[in-house]
T-cell receptor
Framework: NAGVTQTPKFQVLKTGQSMTLQCAQD?????MYWYRQDPGMGLRLIYY???????DKGEVPNGYNVSRLNKREFSLRLESAAPSQTSVYFC?????????????FGPGTRLTVL | DQQVKQNSPSLSVQEGRISILNCDYT??????FLWYKKYPAEGPTFLIS?????DKNEDGRFTVFLNKSAKHLSLHIVPSQPGDSAVYFC?????????????FGKGTLLTVNP
């Protein structure tokens, strides 16, 4: 079991460029999440997908789009990157079958926008 | 408005002593609380949790206490070990329809000195 995997691990973009961050989980989880972590800000939810075919906005969705490609994969797209999107991005997944279910996180993608 | 607050950005303790990390929340609809641990360049990993109907949960060296009337929880680590040095995030779960979302605090950097 690889758990939650994210690609790429690192990326440098120029302002205005676009890119897609990929996330996959092999735990047959129902829900998937995208967070960003900034210094002194904790983890903030960007978008989430409660189940295949559904997506919803989180706390900081502006400038991002998501696609739940299938049950395993949840991608995050930056259409026109801005320096304010420089951050570490984490994908997470959760079975969401019991009240005590927890989220499992990937290793993160460190993105720098120049 | 920050719903989950970790007011201490950092904490330093000696190996073998107790570490106490604190967390306050404002939303009385939160029903489940979790602590995550994060090492540099890795994703957060689940540590311990507590339901809002309990006031204590213990797992080995880790104990979480919940004071619902004060909207306060704490994580106790006894005895502290150098390998415990990491950032600790407090998170609270709220329900949005049939989904579940976590709201994270900003984290506390724990340093355990040998």
């Amino acid at each position: 079991n690889a758990g939650v995997t994210q690609t790429p691990k690192f990326q440098v973009l120029k302002t205005g460029q676009s890119m897609t961050l990929q996330c996959a989980q092999d735990m047959n989880h129902n829900s998937m999440y995208w967070y960003r972590q900034d210094p002194g800000m904790g983890l903030r939810l960007i978008y989430y997908s409660a189940s295949e075919g559904t997506t919803d906005k989180g706390e900081v969705p502006n400038g991002y789009n998501v696609s739940r490609l299938n049950k395993r994969e949840f991608s995050l797209r930056l259409e026109s990157a801005a320096p304010s999107q420089t951050s570490v991005y984490f994908c997470a997944s959760c079975l969401l079958a019991e009240i005590t279910d927890t989220q499992y996180f990937g290793p993160g993608t460190r993105l720098t926008v120049l | 408005d920050q719903q989950v607050k970790q007011n201490s950005p950092s904490l330093s303790v000696q190996e073998g002593r107790i570490s106490i990390l604190n967390c306050d929340y404002t939303n009385s609809m939160f029903d489940y609380f979790l602590w995550y641990k994060k090492y540099p360049a890795e994703g957060p990993t689940f540590l311990i949790s507590i339901s809002s109907i309990k006031d204590k949960n213990e797992d080995g060296r880790f104990t979480v206490f919940l004071n619902k009337s004060a909207k306060h929880l704490s994580l106790h680590i006894v005895p502290s070990q150098p390998g415990d040095s990491a950032v600790y995030f407090c998170a609270a779960r709220g329900w949005g329809g049939s989904n579940y979302k976590l709201t994270f605090g900003k984290g506390t950097l724990l340093t355990v000195n040998p």
